[in-house]
């Protein structure tokens, strides 16, 4: 199976510094001088689309703007690319979701992937008036899902769960295509729900031996459920012409930030619920003197940030080589982002996907749009980075 690649719009701000945020964590405010307007992140959107990524990614939290009506937005700026629009099941009901997704679909053309987040912090998820315990979130969340993919279907969908309950939910107009659902979680319930439901399983940048475990985790718990599931990554990336470069670019980011900003984002992430959370903290211990965790695989995002903490480091080919490597495990998807965002699709665009489409690995899902606009020359790509 082709590679396919999605982006990542950052509705928290952009910046040449990581912006960081999320799982306990407030918005790092240095260097956040993008802030996510509609017309800048519809500028990275189209450099997305021009570059051959397939969709974008964007968040969902108290710290960033609403994923659903941003990219409703900037969907009206785009033509094909499409979007995996994170949200939350316990703060809109089943069958209000399942409507929203049916009407995005036709407003978008099919332009709709849905990133299903139970949430892995209590404090935020009470915030929004939700006071469910984690295990009990993730069991709505399987509810949820039973409801929306029965609406999707056409049925008329009863249901008295344990967290939900509907009666007589029918959708006027189902949407077509179906959107693709697209989950992720470490916890034993957590791989439950995504082998009895969703259609691809994320997880955050791990070395591999980790992420082929977790790959034979899901897949065994899919086939007892008689379904068979795709694989994902989340990953930031940093490539450059040259490894020197790239590394020199990654000590730059982590330069921004002293040692009394890590250690309170530290001190938050690590009262974080989330497995996938802490198998993040656990890959860099807190401490700067070992990041690189694996050949070109780099932690010390997860030094300033919350969420996916790990970035692929290195020359173009250097990165291509461990895109492949993921590859063979059984990633088929790659959910990629850098700082600043739209710069950093560009150096991946036009350094990274030529090789991999060389190695017959990838190729332009827009074929005729890429033969019609040549690459775009940017001052910051050497004369090398194709």
């Not at 659903?68 to 629009?85: G, I, Y």
């Not at 994170?86 to 703060?91: D, L, N, Q, V």
């Not at 982590?254 to 656990?282: H, K, Y």
Request: aromatic letters at 10%.
């Amino acid at each position: 199976m082709a590679l396919t690649f999605h982006w990542f719009l950052p509705t928290n701000g952009d910046s040449r510094h990581v912006v960081g945020g999320g799982h306990g964590t407030p918005a790092t405010a240095s260097g956040r001088d993008r802030p996510p307007t509609v017309a800048y992140l519809s500028q990275i959107a189209r450099a997305a689309e021009d570059l051959g990524f397939v969709g974008a990614l964007t968040p969902t939290g108290a710290w960033c703007e609403d994923a659903w009506l941003t990219t409703a937005m900037v969907s009206q700026n785009t033509e094909r690319l499409k979007f995996l629009v994170a949200f939350r099941p316990g703060f809109v009901s089943p069958t209000l979701a399942a409507q929203m997704a049916s009407t995005f679909q036709r407003q978008t053309g099919g332009r709709l992937l849905l990133n299903v987040v139970t949430g892995g912090e209590s404090h935020e998820q009470r915030a929004y008036g939700d006071f469910l315990d984690k295990d009990d979130r993730y069991r709505r969340t399987g509810e949820f899902l039973q409801i929306v993919r029965g609406l999707w279907e056409g049925r008329t969908v009863d249901l008295v769960g344990e967290h939900l309950q509907v009666e007589d939910a029918k959708l006027a107009r189902v949407p077509d295509p179906v959107p693709e659902v697209y989950f992720g979680g470490s916890s034993p319930i957590a791989g439950e729900i995504a082998a009895r439901h969703v259609d691809v399983y994320l997880t955050w940048g791990e070395p591999p031996a980790a992420v082929a475990e977790k790959i034979a985790w899901i897949r065994a718990l899919a086939e007892k459920e008689g379904r068979t599931v795709r694989f994902g990554i989340r990953l930031h990336v940093i490539t450059r012409d040259t490894g020197e470069q790239a590394w020199a670019e990654a000590r730059r980011l982590l330069a921004g930030f002293d040692t009394e900003t890590v250690r309170a984002v530290q001190s938050g992430l690590a009262r974080s619920e989330s497995e996938g959370q802490q198998r993040m903290l656990a890959l860099h211990g807190g401490s700067s003197d070992e990041l690189e965790i694996y050949p070109n695989l780099w932690a010390g995002i997860g030094l300033v940030r919350g969420g996916a903490g790990t970035a692929l480091v290195g020359s173009h080919d250097e990165v291509a080589d461990r895109i492949a490597e993921y590859h063979r495990l059984g990633i088929d998807e790659f959910v990629l982002s850098g700082y600043p965002h739209l710069e950093e699709a560009y150096w991946f665009g036009e350094g990274v996907l030529p090789r991999l489409e060389a190695r017959g690995l990838w190729t332009h899902p827009f074929p005729d749009a890429s033969a019609a606009a040549p690459a775009a020359q940017i001052p910051f790509a050497g004369a090398g980075s194709r």
